[in-house]
């Protein structure tokens, strides 16, 4: 399967400031995820993010809020934009690779706003 | 809608014992069905998974997942569990036309020794 790294592993942020987060896979990949996971939740797809077109939002998941960058197959960056203690959650992002039909997941990012 | 039901929140064990966690989908196609774990603090692994054949799937880690149609469930088990098996387990559906998953709650795994 493939290496996936994100940078930051954690972070604690500012009511109103933004981060942004990094994935970067180890091989070339069509398709790449964005998940939430909310403190003791389950995980909830943001943002399918693909290379070369623009990300598609999943329902209650806004681009102003979670703007998605895709500049090649092997790296994508979530911005989580002023944010507010609500949006304290594991992000975690995901391929499909190396069959498009099973994902495997970064090991996140740990993201609290005070 | 899709969706996937995981009914045990937390499950208890102990170590060396047998453990089932359940899982219950709903899902009009043939679905693709996976099982991952969480560890505490850690991102998600990939034990098994089901796409089509032999209903009895065998994973990593010694797990196995038995997909029943009739039941539309994805029970994973193993025979023994050890301490290092605990953490969190997480049944998720593929769907969305082959690109989004869906996962259940979870269910958090505890071993006493």
């Known amino acids: 399967s493939a290496v996936i790294s994100q940078k930051p592993s954690r972070d604690i942020c500012q009511r109103g400031t933004s981060l942004t987060i990094q994935c970067q896979v180890d091989?070339?990949?069509?398709?790449m995820f964005w998940y939430r996971q909310q403190p003791g939740q389950s995980l909830t797809l943001i943002a399918t993010a693909n290379q070369g077109s623009e990300a598609t939002y999943e329902s209650g998941f806004v681009i102003d809020k979670f703007p998605i960058s895709r500049p090649n197959l092997t790296f994508s960056t979530l911005t989580v934009s002023n944010m507010s203690p609500e949006d304290s959650s594991i992000y975690l992002c995901?391929?499909?690779?190396?069959?498009?039909?099973?994902?495997?997941f970064g090991p996140g990012t740990r993201l609290t706003v005070l | 809608a899709q969706s996937v039901t995981q009914p045990d929140i937390h499950i208890t064990v102990s170590e060396g014992a047998s453990l089932e966690l359940r899982c219950n989908y709903s899902y009009g196609a043939t679905p693709y069905l996976f099982w991952y774990v969480q560890s505490p603090g850690q991102g998600l692994q990939l034990l098994l998974k089901y796409f089509s054949g032999d209903t009895l799937v065998q994973g990593i880690k010694g797990f196995e997942a038995e997909f029943k149609r009739s039941q539309s469930s994805f029970n994973l088990r193993k025979p023994s569990v050890h301490w290092s098996d605990a953490a969190e387990y997480f049944c998720?559906?593929?769907?969305?036309?082959?690109?989004?998953?869906?996962f259940g709650t979870g269910t958090q795994l505890k071993v006493e020794l």
């Open positions: 091989s070339q990949v069509t398709m």
């Open positions: 995901s391929v499909g690779a190396p069959d498009a039909d099973t994902q495997y």
């Open positions: 998720a559906v593929l769907t969305g036309g082959g690109n989004k998953l869906t």
